[in-house]
């Protein structure tokens, strides 16, 4: 089963996940970020999913996890919590 290890920013708007893209791609760190800003529990860790398989994220979040292209930040991607930021930096 293929893995891949992500981490994200959720917020609850499109308006504030394109705020925080930009700073991102200004070279604000992305942990910095989401330890502030993200309403998810992996905010702790930096946004940190940690390993995931497929299926275990809603699928617009899993579609970027298994679907794009690595090392590069998606999004603004809505699911039912919010607009997420999303980093994939490992797939096997």
Same mark, same amino acid.
């Given at each position: 089963?293929?893995?891949?290890?992500?981490?994200?920013?959720?917020?609850?708007?499109?308006?504030?996940?394109?705020?925080?893209?930009?700073?991102?791609?200004? *070279?604000?760190?992305?942990?910095?970020?989401a330890?502030?800003?993200?309403?998810?529990?992996?905010?702790?860790? *930096?946004?940190?999913? *940690?390993?995931?398989?497929p299926?275990?994220?809603?699928?617009?979040?899993?579609?970027?996890?298994?679907?794009?292209p690595?090392?590069?930040?998606? *999004?603004?991607?809505?699911?039912q919590?919010?607009?997420?930021?999303?980093e994939?930096y490992?797939?096997?």
């Amino acid at each position: 089963m293929p893995l891949a290890m992500a981490r994200h920013i959720l917020v609850k708007t499109r308006e504030e996940a394109e705020k925080l893209l930009q700073r991102l791609k200004k *070279g604000e760190p992305f942990d910095k970020l989401a330890k502030k800003y993200s309403t998810c529990n992996s905010a702790k860790r *930096g946004g940190d999913l *940690g390993e995931v398989s497929p299926g275990q994220m809603v699928k617009p979040i899993d579609n970027v996890i298994f679907r794009k292209p690595i090392k590069k930040v998606h *999004g603004p991607v809505k699911s039912q919590f919010g607009f997420h930021l999303v980093e994939v930096y490992f797939r096997d």
